[in-house]
């Protein structure tokens, strides 16, 4: 199976300032079909997750453009470009190209 | 706009079976494909089975397969996960999601629905 690994699995920010969460693959998520189906996801307090990117970089439909994603291969990074109260949670990345489809342990999102 | 309701969550005790449901509306259910992804109280996400829009490709985590069955009724709009032998380790709030984007066997969980808890205790 392919291990994800998170870093940094805590981050305490300041209010308008930007994060970054950091996402490793123990292989390649490079499918056969040339795409990589690398996905983070938000999960704020008592609520379900919701996807915010998948493919690496494309937003899911109604996430604010100042989350972003990018990476390749099996290095990958979340950023939110200016932090906002809403965005107090735990992230994960999960990896869809090969079964069993696997998540990152987590990284909470809390502010200063 | 889309919405999934999870059903049949209950206490059950270790061994016996529980099915659930999730029902679906707002899209057309027959062009994605549909996972269960659960989550331990207190932990994080396990991706537990996708099924694709014609239930021709269904994978699962090694954790559950042989125990628990993914399938779906299109034309009642709802996937459902058959869990047998359950065990203690079972126990999480389990929920349904719409892939984001494909028929097949999935590009990403999209759209989520609230959950429903299973409990597995004697």
């Known amino acids: 199976d392919i291990v994800m690994t998170q870093t940094p699995l805590s981050s305490p920010v300041t209010l308008g300032q930007p994060a970054s969460i950091s996402c490793r693959s123990s292989?390649?998520?490079?499918?056969?079909?040339?795409?990589?189906?690398l996905s983070w996801l938000q999960q704020r307090p008592g609520q379900p997750p919701r996807l915010l990117i998948y493919?690496?970089?494309d937003r899911f439909s109604g996430v604010p453009d100042r989350f972003s994603g990018s990476g390749a291969g099996t290095d990958f990074t979340l950023k939110i470009s200016r932090v906002e109260a809403e965005d107090v949670g735990v992230y994960y990345c999960?990896?869809?190209?090969?079964?069993?489809?696997?998540f990152g342990q987590g990284t909470m999102l809390e502010i200063k | 706009q889309v919405h999934l309701v999870e059903s049949g969550g209950a206490v059950v005790q270790p061994g016996r079976s529980l099915r659930l449901s999730c029902a679906a509306s707002?899209?057309?259910?027959?062009?994605?494909?549909m996972h269960w992804v659960r989550q331990p109280p207190g932990k994080g996400l396990e991706w537990v089975a996708v099924?694709?829009?014609?239930?021709?490709?269904?994978y699962y985590a090694d954790s559950v397969k042989g125990r628990f069955t993914i399938s779906r009724d299109n034309s009642k709009n709802t996937v459902y996960l058959q869990m047998n032998s359950l065990r203690a380790e079972d126990t999480a709030v389990y929920y349904c999601?719409?892939?984001?984007?494909?028929?097949?066997?999935?590009?990403?969980?999209?759209?989520w629905g609230q959950g429903t808890l299973v409990t597995v205790s004697s």
């Open positions: 999601a719409r892939d984001c984007c494909s028929r097949q066997a999935g590009w990403s969980p999209g759209n």
């Open positions: 707002g899209f057309t259910f027959s062009d994605f494909a």
């Open positions: 099924t694709s829009y014609d239930e021709k490709k269904k």
């Open positions: 292989q390649s998520l490079v499918h056969s079909d040339g795409n990589t189906y």
């Open positions: 493919k690496i970089s």
């Open positions: 999960m990896q869809v190209t090969q079964t069993p489809y696997t």
